[in-house]
C-alpha cells in the first residue's frame, strides 16, 4: 500500500506533465509539425559550446579524481569560482563554505526546507507559483500560504503580503524573473519586501527566512540585472540552477547560497549538508560540477528566446489577446478571453495548441504559453493562434502592453 502522502499525489496529477503527454499523442495523429505544444519549460536554446568543450577535456583526467565521491557541499575548488563570482558581480562578500552545490534549485529549495519547516510551519508564496513549490512544501509538511499578485504588472500585492504573515510563516519563496508571469521584481518591490519581513520578524521575535528562487536569473531582456537579494534582506538564501542558464537541465546542477549574515548560518550550512545525504543524493553531480564551474562565463542565446518573445507576443496582442510583454524567463501569461479557462484550453486544444491554465500556478483565468520552443515552431503555430482568436471572436486590445522590446 502506497503511503498517504504518495496517494495524495498520484490523484493530482500534474496538469504541465499531461498537456505534454497529450502533444506527443497529437504528433503520433498529425505529425509533429501541425501540434504546438507549449506547456512545459524544458530549454530550447542549445546549451553554450564551451558546455560540451569542458566535458570533453575533463574526460582526460584521471577517472578516480573525476567520478569519486567528495565533500557534501561539492568541491572546494567549485565552490570557490563560484563565490568569487557572485562577489565580483554583485559585490558580496561569500566564500567557499556559502555554497552548496545541489541537485538543481530543486535541490537546493528541498534541502533548505528539510532544515528549516516544522510540520505546521507557514511557507509563503506569491501567486501565480511554480507548481513544484507546493509538492516542495508538503514534503516537509509545512503550510502553503499564497499572496495575491498586483494583477497589472505581477510584483506583489504588498498589503496582502504583510497581511498573510503570522506568527507562524517560517519561510517566504519569491521567484523573479518568474514562472510563469515573465515578470522581474524591482529593487522597489524587494525594498518593500524586505522592509515588511524585517517588521515581521522583530514583531514576532523569530526569523522569516525568504528562498529566492533563481533559474531564470540570466534570462532577462533588459540591460539590468535583477537586484541581488542578499544586500536587501539578512536572513536571505538563494536557490540558483545551471538548468536554463546553460540549457542543462537534465544534468541536475544548482547551488544554495546561505550567507553568513543569515540568522543561525552555522548550522543552517551543517543542515543543509547532511539533508543532501538523508535525502538520498548524498552530493551533486561530481561531472556537472566542474563543468558549471569552468563555463560560469558562458551564456546561453538570449536572442533566441527574445526573437521567439516577440513574434508571439506582437501577433497575439494583434489578435486582441491579453498579457503583460515578459520581462524574464520564457513564458507568456495570458489572460484567458472571457474568462473560461477550462473552455479556452479546450478551443485551444482543437487547434492543435497545447497550454497550462493558470489554475495549475494557483491563479486561473490565465494560460502559460512556454515559449522555449523553435522559432520555426512558433512561426508555424501562428495561423493556429489566428484560428483560435477567430473560433472565440477575440477582439480589443492589449490594455498591459505597447510593442515589444
Ligand atoms: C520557478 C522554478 N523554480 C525551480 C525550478 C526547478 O529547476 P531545476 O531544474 O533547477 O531544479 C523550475 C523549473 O522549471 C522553475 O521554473
Known sequence: MLSEKMQKQLKKESPIRRAFEEGKRLEKIYGP????????GNPGAEA???????????????????????????????????????N?????????????MSSGAAGAMNIAMYSLINPGDEVI??????????????????????????PEDFQPDFEDFEEKITEKSKLVIVNSPNNPTGAVYTEETIIRLAGIMKKKEKEYGHEIYLISDEPYRELVYKEKEPPYWTKYYADTLVAYSF?????????????????????????????VRIATGMLGFVNAPSLFQRVAAECLEEKVNIEYYRRNKNLLYDKLCELGFEMKEPEGAFYLFVKVPGG???????????????LVGGTAFEYPGYARISFCVSFNKIRRSLPAFERLAKKLKVQGGNKFGEKSS
Do not use: Q
Open 243 to 271: 538548468s536554463k542558464s546553460l540549457s542543462i537541465p537534465g544534468e541536475r546542477i544548482g547551488y544554495l547560497v546561505v550567507p553568513d549574515e543569515v540568522s543561525g548560518s552555522k548550522d543552517l550550512i551543517k543542515a
Open 88 to 100: 565580483a558581480r554583485y559585490g558580496t562578500d561569500f566564500k567557499e563554505h556559502n555554497i552548496i
Open 340 to 354: 473560461d479557462e477550462k473552455a479556452f484550453l479546450s478551443a485551444a486544444h482543437s487547434c492543435n495548441i497545447l
Open 48 to 86: 553554450p559550446g564551451g558546455i560540451k568543450k569542458s566535458v570533453l577535456k575533463l574526460m582526460n583526467k584521471n577517472p578516480m579524481e573525476l567520478h569519486s565521491y567528495m565533500c557534501d557541499a561539492g568541491y572546494e575548488t567549485v565552490r570557490i569560482r563560484i563565490a568569487e563570482t557572485i
Open 125 to 150: 508564496v506569491i501567486k501565480p507559483y511554480y507548481p513544484g513549490y507546493a509538492s516542495f512544501i508538503d514534503n516537509w509538511n509545512g503550510k502553503l500560504v499564497s499572496v495575491k499578485p498586483d
Open 33 to 40: 509539425e501541425n501540434v504546438f505544444d507549449f506547456s512545459i
